[in-house]
C-alpha cells in the first residue's frame, strides 16, 4: 500500500470525519487503513489530524480488543452536503427496482436528501435533471414481485433484534430465525427453520403471507452473512465445487475485466486465452452463467458439472425442436 500525495489529505480527511461520523461505535486504525488503502503510520496520521480538527472526538468502549474513535454526542451534519451524482445512483436505482413498495421508499429517501440540501436545491435538481436526460440504462428482463412494506419492516426488526417470525410460506405455516437479506433479482431472506434444525435456508421474501414478529429471541451463533453470501454463485446454496473455466482469446479483455466470484483466481495462458478459478456452490446458475459467454467459454471442471451443462444444452435444443 503507498500513501497518497499530500494535496488530498484534506478532503480524505473530511471524508474521514464523515465516516466516522456514521459508525456507532467509532473507527479503528484498521478501518481506516482499508477504507483509504494507507499504511498504518498514515492512518494514525489521519485520526490524530481528525482529533485536532473536532476535540469531541472521544475513544469508544467496545467489547472487542481494538481502540475505536467516534464522535460522542455530537453532530456534524452541518458539514455534510451530496452531490448531484449521489442523488443520480439513487435516482437510478430507483428506476431499476422492479418491487414498488422499495421503490416508493427509494423515492421517500431521495426527497429527504433533496431537502437536507435545501440552499442549494435549485443547483442540485437542475444537475440532477442534467445526468438523468444523459444516463439511461438497458432494459433488463425479470420477474416482478410484490412485498409489502410491513413484511420489510418486520423483518428487519427480526434480524437487527434476532427475534423470531411466524408466517405461511408456500401454503405452510413456519417458525424462523432470520439471519440476513440477499439481494438479486430477487430478495432472498436467510434463515433457519426451527422444525429443521440448524440448517440455514433462503426464502423468497415475496412468497411469505401474514408475516409476524415473535417475542422470542435467538441465538445466531457465529453466522456471518458476507461470508454465507461468498460460498455461492448467487443465492443457491449447496456443495462447495471447484470450478475451472476458459475464455477464448475474443473473450479475454472482456473475462480479464470481470468479477466472477470472491474467491476468483484469473490468469491469462500464453496462447491469448484466459481461465477462471473459483470455488462456489450453485450448479445452476453456474450453469446458465456460462450460456451468457456463448461458444467461447468452456467448463474444465468438475467433470460432472461439465456433463451437466452438455445435458442442459441438449435439453434445451430437444423442447425447441
Known amino acids: 500500500m503507498e500513501d497518497k500525495p499530500r494535496y488530498s489529505r484534506v478532503s480524505d480527511i473530511l471524508d474521514l470525519a464523515v465516516y466516522m461520523s456514521s459508525r456507532v461505535q467509532g473507527i ?70 422492479t418491487n414498488k413498495e422499495l421503490k416508493s421508499e427509494l423515492s421517500k429517501t431521495i426527497e429527504k436528501i433533496k431537502s437536507f440540501n435545501r440552499k442549494n436545491k435549485t443547483t442540485i435538481e437542475n444537475n440532477v435533471e442534467l445526468f438523468m436526460q444523459t444516463e439511461g440504462y438497458a432494459i433488463r428482463q425479470m420477474p416482478q414481485y410484490k412485498i409489502s412494506t410491513n413484511t420489510l419492516v418486520v423483518i428487519r426488526e427480526a434480524i437487527q433484534n434476532s427475534k423470531i417470525v411466524e408466517g405461511i410460506y408456500h401454503n405452510k405455516k413456519r417458525s424462523l430465525e432470520p439471519l440476513g437479506l440477499i439481494y438479486g433479482d430477487k430478495i432472498y431472506l436467510v434463515a433457519r427453520e426451527k422444525a429443521k434444525g440448524n440448517e440455514i435456508y433462503n426464502y423468497l421474501l415475496h412468497k411469505f ?113
Not at 56 to 80: A, C, M, P, R
Not at 222 to 229: G, H, I, R, T, V
Not at 286 to 307: D, E, T
Open 28 to 97: 479503528t486504525i484498521s478501518d481506516i487503513m482499508k477504507m483509504y488503502n494507507v499504511s498504518r503510520r498514515t492512518a494514525e496520521r489521519m485520526r490524530d489530524s481528525l482529533t485536532n480538527i473536532f476535540p469531541q472526538i472521544e475513544e469508544i468502549e467496545t467489547d472487542d480488543n481494538q481502540k475505536h474513535w467516534g464522535f460522542v454526542n455530537y453532530s456534524i451534519s452541518q458539514l455534510i452536503t451530496f452531490e448531484p451524482k449521489e442523488i443520480v445512483n439513487l435516482e437510478q436505482l430507483q428506476r431499476r427496482t
Open 209 to 321: 403471507e401474514d408475516l409476524k414478529l415473535i417475542d422470542k429471541v435467538f441465538d445466531k451463533k457465529d453466522f456471518n452473512l458476507n461470508e454465507y453470501s461468498k460460498q455461492s454463485f448467487g443465492v443457491y446454496h449447496g456443495k462447495i465445487l471447484d470450478v475451472k473455466l476458459s475464455f477464448s482469446k475474443e473473450l479475454a479483455s472482456d473475462a480479464l475485466n470481470y468479477n466472477f466470484h470472491p474467491t476468483q483466481v484469473v490468469k491469462q495462458e500464453k496462447d491469448g486465452t484466459v481461465t477462471v478459478k473459483f470455488k462456489a456452490s450453485g450448479d445452476k446458475e453456474i450453469m446458465w452463467h456460462v450460456f451468457r459467454w456463448g461458444a467461447g467459454c468452456k467448463i474444465i471442471s468438475p467433470k460432472n458439472l461439465k456433463s451437466e451443462y452438455k445435458k442442459y444444452l441438449n435439453d434445451c435444443l430437444k423442447n425447441n425442436n
